[in-house]
């Protein structure tokens, strides 16, 4: 019976298990291929849209409205005012001096462009700032019965529906009447609260007495009062040595307890794309990454229809669908940011005398960067598809999915003790430890404890006895304890992983093998490996002949020796290859019949074995 037409009880031939192998053999390597070139042109796209001079442009902006001192404080700045007193100082004084630049270092006048401002000599100040605020009305929350003689106004926190819209102070000024706020603008996420856009409206003007004056005005009759509860300070700057705009946002928030808090962004984006040489090629990977979302929705889709429901049992098809939908995701916002900016730019630009939102431009590409972000992590994420099949990441593989119960069992006990001393904290601590301020500011303060960046001496001073307590039982319990049950838990089952890789339970094949087959076949074919290999195996040869006649075997010993080594060579060969390996291995009779004849000759080898073995026990008695 032929080897060809020889069937096991699978139904498969050998040469049709061969050819299996052989055809998804090269299709993971083809898709490897194919992927890699997708991966290095994201990273080109990717990367083509980070500017380093973002981060200087952004430095030397903060440097400038952040941490610039106030006239005769120079302790204090904009990021540590607390008072209404401190902040009309920096409007009148670092805001002002840091948004008019007429003159160089040597008091000579400034060649402006068409009137505006030269921010560090370098940066246009387009069109004029704006100042915003938000107020909440009067009566917005109750006063206790027994206090109302003493405090007879009230003014809530902060919301759209406390949101005061009537006229107040000078009436007849655009700045003491409320605008209504853009549909399509976003919202600001402060520290106390949830801003939208709108509300009373400083333009300032683009020269710098007039501002000086307006703001000397609007501190004099007290546009900020006691319902005043955000003040927003927008401006935007270009620079053209590097093609970006820098959008500033400075925030100073008055909460209900009284007081100030200040934050700021700084946003440098290009929103002019396609000027250098550079960014044409920019462009033109964009259009393959287009065509490679396009080719890889296709195999996707050929997948599911060709495995139906059985497609969302593996955890990589479900990285691949996660991956398009980002990726699906990232054109869309970048579609949209273009074309809004097509459509906006021009008539932000057009008038010189008046604001012009760029933040709202910002805002999108900020959310396309975080978008492309993700998404280029887990395009890396996915080349772990490809190295597992590498013996030592399938070790990694396989010993994270067979203990994925053990540690959802285990996570769940760990986040139960975790929470339980989150909101210890928070009660305890959080109304005099900024870190446990809030239930979210203590959980991600307990996680920065375990990685040992912690605060104790603020916990020992807000609770001398709860403190050091909570500190050394959450310290045992969670890092001595838990930790420690977690890595046991990985450490035991990758054992269990390694034993069973040692008794053979490997991957079907392993690409760095396969690579290294692959190249020793195209040397081969260009004859550069054989002869070497040759001289290899006959100088091998004759130092193993010349050592075992060293040792004192005869001639009969050595052919039987060689003899059995050239038959196990060939049945290692044909049964044990990384090439073919299944449950069952169809066997003909011309195999069967070598296989009786290669386990008669161990026999007799370790008959020989045994004989030699009592001859030597005989005299050693």
């Given at each position: 019976?032929?080897?060809?037409?020889w069937?096991?009880?699978?139904g498969?031939?050998?040469?049709?298990?061969?050819?299996?192998?052989?055809?998804e053999v090269?299709?993971?390597?083809?898709?490897?291929?194919?992927?890699?070139?997708?991966?290095?042109?994201?990273?080109?796209?990717?990367?083509?849209?980070?500017?380093p001079?973002?981060?200087?442009?952004?430095?030397?902006?903060?440097?400038?409205?952040?941490?610039t001192?106030?006239?005769?404080?120079?302790?204090?700045?904009?990021?540590?005012?607390?008072?209404?007193?401190?902040?009309?100082?920096?409007?009148?004084?670092?805001?002002?001096?840091?948004?008019?630049w007429?003159?160089?270092?040597?008091?000579t006048?400034?060649?402006s462009v068409?009137?505006?401002?030269?921010?560090?000599?370098?940066?246009?100040?387009?069109?004029v700032?704006?100042?915003?605020?938000?107020?909440?009305?009067?009566?917005?929350?109750?006063?206790y019965?027994?206090f109302?003689?003493?405090?007879?106004?009230?003014?809530?926190?902060?919301?759209?529906?406390?949101?005061?819209?009537?006229?107040?102070?000078?009436?007849?000024d655009p700045?003491?009447?409320?605008?209504?706020?853009?549909s399509?603008a976003p919202?600001?996420?402060?520290?106390?609260?949830v801003?939208?856009?709108?509300?009373?409206?400083?333009?300032?003007?683009?020269?710098?007495?007039e501002?000086k004056?307006?703001?000397?005005?609007?501190?004099?009759?007290?546009?900020?009062?006691?319902?005043t509860?955000?003040?927003?300070?927008?401006?935007?700057?270009?620079?053209?040595?590097?093609?970006?705009?820098?959008i500033?946002?400075?925030?100073?928030?008055?909460?209900?307890?009284?007081?100030?808090?200040?934050?700021?962004?700084?946003?440098?984006?290009?929103?002019?794309?396609?000027?250098?040489?550079?960014?044409?090629?920019?462009?033109?990977?964009?259009?393959?990454?287009c065509?490679?979302l396009?080719?890889?929705?296709?195999?996707?889709?050929?997948k599911?229809?060709?495995?139906?429901?059985?497609?969302?049992?593996?955890?990589?098809?479900?990285i691949?669908?996660?991956?398009?939908?980002?990726?699906?995701?990232?054109?869309?916002?970048?579609?949209?940011c273009?074309?809004?900016c097509f459509?906006?730019?021009?008539?932000?630009?057009?008038?010189?005398?008046?604001?012009?939102?760029?933040?709202?431009?910002?805002y999108?590409?900020?959310?396309?960067?975080?978008?492309?972000?993700?998404?280029?992590f887990?395009?890396?994420?996915?080349?772990?598809?490809f190295?597992?099949?590498?013996e030592?990441?399938?070790q990694?593989?396989?010993?994270?999915?067979r203990?994925?119960?053990?540690?959802?069992?285990?996570?769940?006990?760990?986040?139960i003790?975790f929470?339980?001393?989150?909101?210890?904290?928070?009660?305890v601590?959080?109304?005099?430890?900024?870190?446990f301020?809030?239930?979210?500011?203590?959980?991600?303060?307990q996680?920065?404890?375990?990685?040992?960046?912690f605060?104790?001496?603020?916990?020992?001073?807000?609770?001398?006895?709860?403190?050091?307590?909570?500190?050394i039982?959450f310290?045992?319990?969670?890092?001595?304890?838990?930790?420690?049950?977690?890595?046991a838990?990985?450490?035991?089952?990758?054992?269990?992983?390694k034993?069973?890789?040692?008794?053979?339970?490997?991957?079907?094949?392993e690409l760095g093998?396969?690579?290294?087959?692959?190249?020793?076949?195209?040397l081969?074919?260009?004859?550069?490996?054989?002869?070497?290999?040759?001289?290899?195996?006959?100088?091998?040869?004759?130092?193993?002949?010349?050592?075992?006649?060293k040792?004192?075997f005869?001639?009969?010993?050595?052919?039987?020796?060689?003899?059995?080594?050239?038959?196990?060579?060939?049945?290692?060969?044909?049964?044990?290859?990384?090439?073919?390996q299944?449950?069952?291995?169809?066997?003909?009779?011309?195999?069967?019949?070598e296989?009786?004849?290669?386990?008669?000759?161990?026999e007799?080898?370790?008959?020989?074995?045994?004989?030699?073995?009592?001859?030597?026990?005989?005299?050693?008695?």
């Amino acid at each position: 019976m032929s080897e060809a037409t020889w069937w096991h009880r699978g139904g498969t031939s050998k040469h049709d298990l061969h050819y299996r192998r052989e055809a998804e053999v090269n299709t993971t390597l083809e898709e490897l291929l194919l992927y890699f070139i997708f991966l290095i042109n994201l990273c080109i796209l990717t990367f083509g849209t980070v500017n380093p001079h973002m981060y200087y442009l952004n430095k030397v902006m903060s440097s400038l409205f952040v941490d610039t001192s106030l006239p005769d404080d120079e302790r204090s700045s904009f990021r540590s005012i607390r008072s209404i007193t401190e902040f009309w100082k920096f409007m009148e004084g670092p805001l002002v001096e840091g948004l008019y630049w007429d003159s160089w270092y040597g008091n000579t006048q400034l060649d402006s462009v068409k009137n505006s401002s030269l921010i560090y000599y370098e940066n246009i100040l387009l069109g004029v700032p704006r100042v915003r605020q938000l107020r909440v009305r009067n009566s917005t929350c109750q006063v206790y019965p027994a206090f109302q003689s003493l405090a007879s106004d009230c003014y809530n926190k902060y919301t759209a529906e406390n949101e005061d819209f009537s006229d107040f102070g000078l009436k007849h000024d655009p700045e003491w009447r409320h605008s209504a706020p853009s549909s399509t603008a976003p919202w600001h996420w402060g520290f106390v609260g949830v801003y939208r856009d709108g509300g009373y409206m400083v333009t300032l003007s683009k020269s710098k007495s007039e501002t000086k004056a307006k703001l000397a005005d609007l501190r004099q009759n007290n546009w900020i009062g006691r319902g005043t509860r955000a003040v927003f300070i927008d401006f935007s700057l270009y620079n053209a040595n590097v093609n970006l705009f820098c959008i500033i946002r400075l925030l100073a928030e008055f909460p209900a307890t009284g007081g100030i808090l200040t934050s700021w962004q700084f946003y440098s984006v290009k929103l002019i794309r396609y000027v250098s040489y550079y960014d044409h090629f920019i462009a033109s990977c964009e259009i393959i990454f287009c065509i490679f979302l396009l080719v890889f929705i296709t195999q996707e889709l050929r997948k599911l229809n060709e495995f139906k429901s059985a497609y969302f049992r593996s955890v990589w098809n479900w990285i691949e669908l996660l991956l398009l939908v980002l990726c699906f995701l990232a054109v869309s916002f970048y579609a949209y940011c273009n074309v809004q900016c097509f459509l906006l730019l021009g008539q932000l630009l057009r008038s010189t005398e008046s604001y012009p939102d760029f933040y709202f431009l910002a805002y999108w590409h900020i959310y396309y960067n975080n978008i492309i972000a993700i998404t280029i992590f887990f395009a890396w994420i996915k080349i772990f598809k490809f190295i597992s099949f590498n013996e030592t990441m399938s070790q990694l593989s396989s010993t994270l999915s067979r203990c994925m119960k053990d540690i959802v069992g285990f996570a769940i006990m760990f986040f139960i003790i975790f929470f339980a001393y989150a909101q210890l904290a928070f009660l305890v601590f959080g109304s005099q430890v900024d870190d446990f301020s809030t239930f979210q500011n203590s959980i991600f303060a307990q996680f920065r404890i375990v990685l040992g960046d912690f605060n104790f001496a603020g916990i020992q001073q807000a609770n001398w006895i709860l403190g050091p307590i909570y500190f050394i039982t959450f310290i045992f319990f969670v890092f001595f304890v838990l930790l420690n049950m977690f890595l046991a838990i990985i450490n035991d089952t990758y054992s269990e992983v390694k034993a069973d890789y040692s008794i053979g339970r490997r991957p079907d094949f392993e690409l760095g093998s396969i690579i290294k087959k692959s190249c020793f076949n195209i040397l081969e074919k260009l004859r550069l490996r054989k002869a070497q290999n040759n001289e290899d195996k006959k100088m091998k040869t004759s130092v193993d002949l010349a050592q075992a006649r060293k040792e004192g075997f005869d001639e009969s010993e050595i052919q039987e020796a060689r003899q059995m080594k050239r038959w196990k060579e060939r049945l290692e060969k044909k049964y044990y290859s990384t090439e073919i390996q299944d449950d069952y291995q169809p066997v003909t009779q011309q195999e069967f019949r070598e296989l009786f004849l290669y386990a008669v000759e161990l026999e007799k080898e370790l008959h020989y074995l045994s004989l030699k073995l009592n001859q030597v026990m005989r005299k050693l008695h």
